[in-house]
């Protein structure tokens, strides 16, 4: 994140530099355009090199300007996630953030590498352009439903898939929710304790079987 926050930094920095190098440059033309309509003998074949040179600066300055423009709506594009993890957290605790990772499934498989005893189900995955902006107006319609009140970078909310999905349609958000959590480790953990405990007499490999789930959760 701080260097997410870095790079954007430096984008805006180099956008607003480039804007205001453009602003001198254009003042500087037009004066010598004034000028040169005066100018005479040496003077005007100063000026004429003069506005020669401020045309290439400016050329080359709206060059910087948009490519950080370009970059910087780049920076901005990536996917708002809609995961939970009903192992570790229960099936009322929903996580909303964003990635801007070329392949989102990279950023949810670290959540749940090695901070949390089960992985993450995904309910919804979102491309935006913004994704900043979406992820923002997603969790502040939950905002009373936010887990941690202090640390904001902690972005689980104590909520239902329904609701969630009621604010997905509000917002006229393109994407059908995934409302049931796979959850297959701990769907098999809590077999496998059955199995320890005597209550069933099923095998590890019919209790695999028992707890797979089709491809699409509905």
Sequence with gaps: MREEEKSQREIEKTQKEAEEEEE?????????KVEIEKAKGKELEQLTEKIKILEENLQ????????????????????????????????????????????????????GDASVPFDFDIHGLIYSENAPELENLLQKKLESKRLNLVNRRAEFF????DEVEAIVNE????????????????????SLREVQSGVTQKTEEEIKEDAKFPETLI
């Design 60 to 111: 080359k300055v709206r060059e910087l300007k948009e490519r950080a423009i370009s970059r910087a709506q780049l920076t901005k594009s990536g996917h708002v996630y809609i995961i939970s993890n009903i192992g570790s957290f229960g099936d009322t605790v929903y996580k909303i953030g964003m990635t801007r990772r070329l392949e989102p499934m990279d950023r949810i498989d670290e959540l």
């Design 158 to 161: 104590n909520t239902t898939i």
């Design 24 to 32: 001198r440059n254009e003042k500087a033309l037009q004066k010598a």
């Design 171 to 190: 917002l006229n958000l393109n994407i059908q929710l995934t409302k049931m959590a796979e959850a297959k480790e701990y769907r098999e953990t809590l």
